[in-house]
């Protein structure tokens, strides 16, 4: 049931800003795998979203900016837990075609804090900070990144989650 929510809200929220849509926008979906804690399972992590390009760009525009929104599912030790994120991002790419290099750290929420037994991220407000890197081929783009999300202190208990996936998104 969570999956459905979290598909049909990504679908409205892509379909409502695509009459606004620019050729710095996408839409993502990535898979992945929680590192830490382990989850017991290979594919873990869902999640889709959608990438707004902002207006500042620096070295000739190879390196560009645009934030990111996304909803999420992970399968923990504990059960299902929504994420959502929204994050700025900066991407190194030198051609307009080719590799790229991306950076970004923003905000999220979890709707459960507990993530096992001996795991326990302090509160649901979150910090993300995200490396990836990957292939832009023009109208699509494949990619690989790792994701770290942690209250920064803000709560007593700090333990984090590390999580790595596979992003595909779509220009629009």
Not at 67 to 92: F, H, I, N
Not at 145 to 168: E, F, K
């Amino acid at each position: 049931m969570m999956m459905k929510a979290i598909f049909c809200a990504t679908a409205l929220l892509a379909s409502s800003i695509g009459i606004a849509a620019d050729a710095g926008n996408a839409i993502f979906v990535q898979v992945g795998h929680t590192q830490d804690p382990q989850p017991g399972k290979s594919i873990n992590q869902f999640a889709a979203g959608a990438g707004f390009g902002l207006p500042w760009s620096f070295s000739e525009g190879r390196v560009s900016s645009r934030l990111d929104a996304s909803l999420g599912y992970v399968d923990t030790k504990k059960g299902g837990v929504a994420q959502t994120t929204v994050m700025p991002v900066l991407r190194y790419q030198p051609d307009a075609v080719g590799y790229f290099l991306e950076a970004g750290l923003g905000l999220g929420y979890v709707s459960r804090q507990r993530w096992s037994n001996s795991h326990d991220l302090g509160g649901n407000l979150h910090f993300a900070s995200r490396l990836g890197g990957g292939y832009d081929f023009g109208k699509y783009a494949l990619g690989l990144n790792l994701t770290h999300i942690s209250n920064a202190g803000l709560y007593d208990d700090n333990d984090g989650a590390n999580l790595i996936d596979i992003r595909v998104s779509w220009k629009f």
